[in-house]
C-alpha cells in the first residue's frame, strides 16, 4: 500500500489545465518536504518540482518553470500541483512523494523515501 495517495489526473487538451491533489493515507507529512515527480512512457521518472517544509521554498525543473506552481495546505496535509498551459510534452504518470529532508526540496529522486502509486496526465494535441 501506498503511503500517498494522488488524484486529479485525466485527459486535457494542449493549452489545458489540471491540478493534481495528493494526501497521505497513513501519518502526515506536514514535517518534511515533498515533491512531484513524473514518468512518461519509456522515459525515466524525472523531478517537477519540490517544496519545503514550510512551504516557503519551492524548486521547479526548467521545463514547467512558470506554467506549474505547487503549493501545500498543512491543515488539509494536502498536497498540490496546478498545471497551466499543457503540452504534449507534460503527458505522463504523475507522482508525488515525501523525503525526510525538510530544506530545501530535494530535486532527486533517491531524497525520497515515501511514494504515491501515480495519476496518469494525458494532453491531446
Known amino acids: 500500500q501506498a503511503d500517498l495517495v494522488e488524484t486529479g489526473g485525466g485527459l486535457v487538451q494542449t493549452g489545458g489545465s489540471l491540478r493534481l491533489s495528493c494526501t497521505s493515507s497513513?501519518?502526515?507529512?506536514?514535517?518534511?518536504?515533498m515533491g512531484w515527480f513524473r514518468q512518461a512512457p519509456g522515459a525515466e521518472r524525472e523531478f517537477v518540482a519540490g517544496?519545503?517544509?514550510?512551504?516557503?521554498?519551492?524548486s521547479y525543473a526548467d521545463h514547467v518553470k512558470g506554467r506549474f506552481t505547487i503549493s501545500r495546505d498543512k491543515t488539509k496535509n494536502l498536497l498540490k500541483l496546478q498545471m497551466y498551459n499543457l503540452n504534449v510534452e507534460d503527458t505522463a504518470v504523475y507522482y508525488c512523494?515525501?523525503?525526510?529532508?525538510?530544506?530545501?526540496?530535494?530535486?532527486?529522486?533517491?531524497?525520497?523515501?515515501?511514494w504515491g502509486q501515480g495519476t496518469q496526465v494525458t494532453v491531446s494535441s
Open positions: 512523494a515525501a523525503s525526510n529532508i525538510l530544506t530545501p526540496p530535494p530535486r532527486s529522486e533517491g531524497d525520497y523515501q515515501f
Open positions: 497513513g501519518r502526515a507529512f506536514n514535517d518534511v518536504a
Open positions: 517544496i519545503s517544509y514550510t512551504g516557503g521554498i519551492q
